[in-house]
């Protein structure tokens, strides 16, 4: 765990010299506790305190990376359990697995038919990050080669026999892939195996004490890229053993501070759920069995707004944006930049199939009543916003919608433009269909 | 080595609710439906039972909702036609219980009586032997109309009654108070919010055990990630003591997920969106997920095949 303000002050010289610019040791310890503020700024402090700060400063879940000429898959690096806490920064990667009894041909095709899979959310490209590779018999050597031919994304190969993984590891010159996976049985091999290759390792088992044994074990082989597998019964016991590895990460509790991996597989939805709960509760990586277009994505999207900051909430550009080909007689709805309020309005009027306008306002990234209430969403701004844009120029009707819940702005508007025909909306983005068929 | 492994001890618990009272309790349900009663965070098994696990409710309607999707207009067939019928497929599709939402208008496009409201209520009474929640549709006068009428027809059953909002509350808290019925208190997205309205209902002289928190929540890429924090701080809260936040949470994932164009649309979408009907049953599904992840304790569906998979879910997540 790191350090306290006070456990810090001991570290530092003590002296009250202010050259940190803080007026005390004390002051600027506790801004080191709270991570305001950086040990180089004392100029003063030994080479022994910079290293137990350092240690302690170490991310209480390390992070590892894989990478291959196509990029690199991270995990780890998390320090809360709940996102409100702070945030959760690196999403988990979804991988596909391919079982080397395929065959090299059919492997080959499939891959490139997913690498190629490319869907946009929110103004972003998602895609999956990488592939599994299951030694399952057959030549693993050449499944592996048939992979790479397909994609260049970061690999995980699955397997048990050391000297199969090590053909297939061998084609992988230059990478860092993963290794699954070790357990009692072989780690020393594999260890040896992951270090020749300079691939990550993941320690699978259904016991923590067992699973903490070995991580130390193959630390101290001179591995630290270190993943891990839990083994359950079923959802909730793998939440139960999922929450207490986290837990005891962030207690600082370095034998389990690795990310973890997690295969979701079965038939009747099962896969799906057991990727959304991998996602929601703390996978670093998660291998799902096969691939469908209509399951990714809506994965994909769960990861992204698990994984979006709460404290920055995604903004909008302000602007206008046409919705079902707007044409010069087609309504101007204004709204916030706000993501969720542009989605909500954006989605339904693009449901109800009805063009339209949308004035985007910047409204610093408030909801409509939120901006309204801070001043950030009033006559003024929504004037403004009309006059910076050319929507004045696309439009022979000049009809602007207001929210029903800041109707109130209606009379300033009308003054501040006067050319214009204000209406008012509902309150709800979910009745501007019927309004749209019934009053515009 | 011996791991010390990490448990909470948390002060609070959240309330046991139970829907729908059998002949016992003086009503015609053939089972009642009892949530709530965590003294964890959701699932975590290894420091306290779940006494009782999430349920899963349909959502039906007085009459066929034509603004509904296709793939639900498909999967529910003739049985939408009529509430009572719709109500019978619903228990059949695995429902622990019946959302009957009221229409604001009848089918000859003039507002919905309370006459009809009691007759559609009584029909679906007498269809299914599950609990059933009402909602209005929405509109304060409507709704308390509609309510305060259907309140009074099932006297006894042990209905929830909603949608309870800060806007309106008093007259159905009212009604369900004079009538043996709960409520259901929904909130936009906000902690303190609420809780605010738990209060206020609660004040009113409304027993605690029954009342059901609605957070609102979003649906999988339209906001989720706010109502999942939402009801993760709910029940952090509950759990370290706060009273008033101490409620079984009902969420709406169905109505939310059909939203989204995701699910509602075939045509006119990406390709890579894939199969349709598979992508809207994995939206209402992922979204329910992540809800229960986040402590849902009745989730409220649309699709049949969603069903079978939340309740999949549900099984896994009560595995210790």
Redesign the interface.
Known sequence: MALTGIQIYKLLPQTNCKECSYPTCLAFAMKLAAKQAELSACPYVTEEAKKQLAESSAPPIRLVTLKSAGGEVKAGNETVL???EKTFYNKPGLFIKVKASEGAAAIQARVAEIDA?????VGIDLSVDGFAVEADGGDFAAAVKAVRAGTKRPLILVGKDVAVLDAGLAALAGEAPMVHGADASNWEAMTDLAKKHAASLVITGDN??TI??LT?KVKARGLEDIAIDLKA?????H??LS??VR??AL?N?R?LGHPLVAFASGS???D???A??AI??YAGFVVLDRF????????L??RQ??Y?D?QKPIQVQPGIYEINHPKAESPVLVTTNF??TY??VA??V??SGLPAWLLVCDAEGMSVLTAWAAGKFDAERIAKSVKGSDIAGKVAKKRLVLPGHVAVLSGELEAELPDWEIRVGPREA?DLPAFMKQAL | MPIDIPKDKWPGKIRTVTLGATAADGGSRATAVTVGGGMSLPYMHFENPTPNRPVVAIEIKDRKPEDWSQLLKKAWGDAMNDPASWAKAAEAAGADLVVLALSVNGADGKPNTAAAAVAAVKAVLAATGLPLVVLGPGQVDLDNELLVAVAEAAKGEKLALGICEDKNYRTIVATAMANGHLVTARAPMDVNLSKQLNILISDMGMPTDRILMDPTTGALGYGIEYGYSVMERLRLAALQGDSMTQFPMIVTPGFEAWKAKESKVGEGVPEAWGDWQERAVNWETLTSVALLESGADILVLRHPESVKRVRLAIDELMTA
């Open positions: 709940f996102r409100h899979f490319k869907v946009g959310y923590l004490e903490a044994d130390e019964a079923g959802m909730g016991a939440l139960g929450t207490q837990r005891l207690k509790f034998s009747g939805g099962r799906a759920v057991y959304a709960h929601a509760k469908a277009p209509e399951l990714l994505y809506p994965l999207v769960l707004n698990i979006t709460p993501s969720i989605f909500s989605n339904e693009e449901g979910v």
